[in-house]
């Protein structure tokens, strides 16, 4: 064991699959000699050679495209889109191509792929450099979504993707690449080593995929989260002493009914939070989901709380980031009722 | 926005290409020259790409209009070989014909020939290996054919029948075959180019010997896929080759739209620093032999080639037009390349190695295994508006992922299958 952060733990995900498997390869933008805008994958070009740890042309097209063909033809490719907001142009090839072709060729043909993008907001990054675009993954049929919350299950996460047979997406929370971020900005943020969470097996173990985890048990209200907002929400029970059972998703398709069913039967109501912009944001489906199979147990309205459905303002941050205070209004609303 | 007295004097004017010839107009090729068959020199498979740029702007060709085979670029082919490979062509414009008349008739629901550009598919595929893995647009079949893929299954797969290998999941003519190495047709346009430099480079990056080959239209050269393939292939060398089917037409769009009014698209490749091959794509002779040189420079971890293939579509874009509402009725015939299979046959005649004779009995041979095949595959059932889907409803929701989801198996159940 050792503690790690979450970029320690991702780095160490990446060089004890490309230590088990020679199949295993990595590329992006900067992501050779540097290791990486965010070092997630420094030092592996120094250990593995150039030909397993290399940089890309900026043509975030290009990656995504090359690793299907990769993939297609046997090897499991790990590429990095250097932030999420630089993604779409490879959209088409993750949602046309990646996420169909074991279908459309009856599976003849399977991409083992794995998309690692740093997401998410607080860090004075502007409406370019903040976004989280989950709900565009999770829309589409074939495709894997997965967000860690802690330097544990970073790696353990990490790990199960690059197994997965499927073309899976793992986005990771960037405001907590170095600590549990828990939302109040003007507050100092404590560093990863003083987190359970940050205790990580140097060698190889697995997350299964599709499996929450319920990081704060409680009575009187559901929270559903993932990412940084996992921290969040947690500040938030703490600050308010609101007895809230807070779920950390971590797979978000396929996503863990049994555990979000188990715990709205429960508590009766459920609060949803995300950072992600609101309308058609994954807080709908998680809506919907809970509504469809908790209906006659809810004791209140579903609540989200969001990004709002604007840009991501640059100076206005703070305004915009869903903070401890308006998760706590919210679980007031529904404790209340 | 007529009105000449209001506009600027430094006035602009916004190009929008034509071209030279629409329904009702002759066609129209004048001022078009192409080199003379075996006037183009062959460069070593070693030379350097900055050297070779001239070949961006001229045309490789070997036959001339009376059979002769001309030239350094004459490839060593065996009439055997030859006879083998008009015969895969014959095959192909009669499957061509049978399926389109197929979806005529209400047995499916759409139709793709590649009438006029047999010699591109079958010609490049008998100059691979077997093994090389090709990653093709909707309009080389003749691939999977030249390399003795069961013509049934084709069939199948068109009619979307209980046999089709693709269990009805794909538009007709997207077909997939692996151990046939060759790619699931994606129908989105150029998607499948940098996928294949993506598997050249794992190749090389496996130790592999195998070569990655893909083709797609002078009109997807305009998609940003295209250029992600152009950058990766010669950033990392990858052992790949880069088609260019230039057959005029993109639907309605005469190649001017996609930027052939300026350069050729053989000349793409010179600002990528990658060898430009320009060939006569209706010359099976000439075809063979520059994929030959591609496929030997990127065996020899040479790196990719980009090849245009000067040709003509000389049917619809699908079954979903009529080209007689946007291009002269007689331009493919017009056509000042000739038809591919007609010139090879008369080049194998003036060899002695075929006849007239043998030319319409094979040509009868061809229409016959249609046919036959075609009843068969018939039998196991069409895509009509009156026929039932063959295949099973709950198959619909297999093969999304590996291992089906629980809200798959829950929509699953909610349907009723």
């Known amino acids: 064991m050792a503690s790690m952060t979450m970029i320690q733990a991702l780095n160490s995900a990446l060089d004890t699959m490309m230590e088990r498997d020679p199949n295993v390869l990595t590329f992006g933008e900067d992501v050779g ?43 499991r490719p790990v590429i990095e889109i250097q932030f999420a907001d630089y993604m779409y142009p490879a959209y088409d090839q993750l949602v046309s191509e990646a996420a169909r072709i074991r279908y459309r060729s009856a599976g003849d043909f399977t991409v083992p792929m794995t998309v690692r993008m740093p997401y998410g907001g607080g860090i004075r990054g502007g409406q370019t450099h903040s976004q989280s675009p989950e709900s565009l993954f999770t829309h589409v049929a074939g495709l894997k979504t997965v967000i860690p919350s802690t330097p544990y299950d970073a790696k353990g996460l990490l790990i199960s993707c690059i197994e997965d047979d499927d073309p899976t997406i793992f986005m990771e929370p960037k405001r907590i690449y170095n600590g549990p971020f828990d939302g109040f900005h003007d507050r100092q943020v404590s560093p990863w080593s003083k987190h359970a969470a940050s205790d990580v097996p140097e060698g ?44 950390d998703l971590r797979t978000l398709v396929p996503v863990d009914i049994e555990t979000i069913v188990a715990s709205v039967e429960k508590t009766g109501r459920c609060v949803i939070v995300h950072e992600a912009t609101r309308t058609s944001g994954y807080g709908a489906e998680l809506s919907a989901l809970v509504q469809e199979h908790c209906f006659y147990k809810l004791e209140a309205p579903i609540e989200r709380v969001t990004g709002y459905d604007t840009p991501y303002p640059h100076s206005l941050e703070w305004e915009y980031f869903p903070t401890p205070p308006r998760i706590i209004k919210a679980m007031r609303r529904v404790t209340e009722v | 926005m007529d009105d000449m007295s209001s506009r600027k004097p430094n006035a602009l004017d916004l190009h929008v290409p034509a071209p030279r010839a629409r329904p009702g107009d002759k066609p129209d090729f004048s001022g078009w020259s192409f080199p003379e068959p075996g006037d183009t020199p062959r460069p070593d498979i070693d ?114 029948n209980a046999s089709d290998p693709m269990k009805g999941r794909q538009l007709p003519v997207m077909y997939s075959s692996k151990k046939d190495a060759f790619f699931t047709i994606s129908g989105n346009l150029a998607t499948q180019v940098p996928q294949a430099v993506g598997w050249a480079m794992a190749s090389a990056y496996s130790g592999d010997g195998r070569i990655a080959s893909t083709w797609l239209g002078e009109g ?114 017009m056509w000042p390349l000739g038809d591919p299979i007609e010139r090879l046959k008369t080049h194998l005649i003036s060899l002695g190695e075929w006849s007239e004779e043998q030319h319409k009995a094979a040509h009868e041979a061809a229409l016959e295994t249609v046919r036959t095949t075609g009843r068969e595959a018939e039998k196991v059932g069409v895509l009509g508006p009156e026929a039932p889907p063959t ?24 349907h009723g299958v």
Not at chain 1, 42 to 70: S, W
Not at chain 2, 68 to 87: F, V, Y
Not at chain 2, 121 to 126: L, P
Not at chain 2, 300 to 305: D, E, I, M, S
């Open chain 1, 33 to 75: 000699y540097f290791g990486g805008v965010f070092k997630v994958t420094e030092h592996l070009q120094t250990k593995y050679g150039k030909k397993r740890c290399f940089d890309a042309p900026i043509n975030e097209n290009g990656i995504a495209a090359v690793a299907v063909g990769m993939a297609a033809y046997g090897l």
């Open chain 1, 204 to 247: 190889y173990y697995k997350i299964p995929l599709g499996k929450a985890n319920i990081v704060r048990p409680g009575e009187a209200v559901t929270v559903l989260a993932y990412g940084t907002m996992v921290h969040v929400a947690l500040a938030a029970a703490k600050e308010s002493g609101i007895d809230a059972e807070v779920i």
């Open chain 2, 47 to 160: 030379e350097p790409a900055h050297d070779l740029r001239e070949y961006a702007y001229g045309l490789i060709r070997v036959m001339d209009m009376e059979g002769n085979a001309l030239g350094p670029w004459t490839p060593q082919i065996s009439p055997e070989k030859l006879r083998r490979a008009i015969n895969y062509m014959l095959l192909t414009r009669a499957y061509d014909e049978r399926m389109h008349r197929a979806q005529r008739q209400g047995k499916t629901s759409f139709y793709m020939q590649c009438l006029g550009e047999e010699a591109i598919a079958i010609a490049q595929t008998m100059a691979l290996n077997a093994d090389d893995m090709c990653f093709p647009s909707y309009r080389q079949q003749g691939i999977l054919i030249a390399r003795d893929y069961p013509l049934i299954d084709m069939m199948h797969q068109v009619y979307s």
């Open chain 2, 220 to 333: 997807s050269t305009a998609e940003g896929d295209f250029h992600a393939a152009m950058t990766f292939a010669a950033v990392y060398k990858a052992p790949v080759i880069i088609n260019v089917v230039n057959n005029q037409w993109a639907i309605s769009s005469f190649q001017g739209i996609a930027g052939g009014e300026n350069t050729t698209f053989a000349a793409r490749g010179v600002g990528y620093g990658m060898p430009p091959l320009r060939v006569d794509g209706n010359d099976f002779l000439a075809v063979y032999a520059v994929t030959q040189w591609a496929a030997a420079r990127a065996r020899a971890n040479l790196g990719p080639t980009l090849i245009e293939h000067f040709s003509y579509r000389a049917g619809p874009h699908s079954t979903s037009d009529d080209p007689a509402r946007y291009r002269p009725g007689d331009e493919a015939r």
């Open chain 2, 391 to 414: 295949h099973t409803r709950a198959s619909m929701f297999e093969d999304v992922y590996k291992e089906m989801p629980w809200h798959l198996r829950q929509q699953r159940d909610e």
